[in-house]
């Protein structure tokens, strides 16, 4: 499962590792003030998210259009994920 940070709701950023009810709460507040996050790595800002807790959820989330994934589209089916680069 891949999640947009940008648009999960509370239930579905618990499901996280390391993401908690209180935490899900600062990460939508947080974007709700600061608007889109555009790497999971600004997650940092978010009070009570360090280095581990990112490392746990970068497998988890959806790219955000930066450099680092540019090239790269991602195809969902049957729970699977599908990559290719142009």
Not at 8 to 20: E, F, H, K, N, Q
Not at 24 to 32: C, K, L, S, V
Request: charged fraction near 15%; glycine fraction near 12%.
């Amino acid at each position: 499962m891949r999640v947009n940070l940008n648009t999960a709701d509370i239930d579905t950023l618990v499901l996280l590792p390391g993401i908690g009810p209180n935490l899900a709460g600062r990460i939508i507040n947080y974007r709700t003030l600061h608007g889109p996050f555009g790497s999971v790595e600004q997650l940092q800002a978010v009070h009570g998210i360090g280095q581990s807790t990112i490392k746990g959820l970068a497998l988890f989330v959806q790219p955000f259009g930066s450099a680092k994934f540019s090239t790269t589209k991602y195809a969902f089916s049957n729970g699977s994920v599908d990559e290719s680069t142009d």
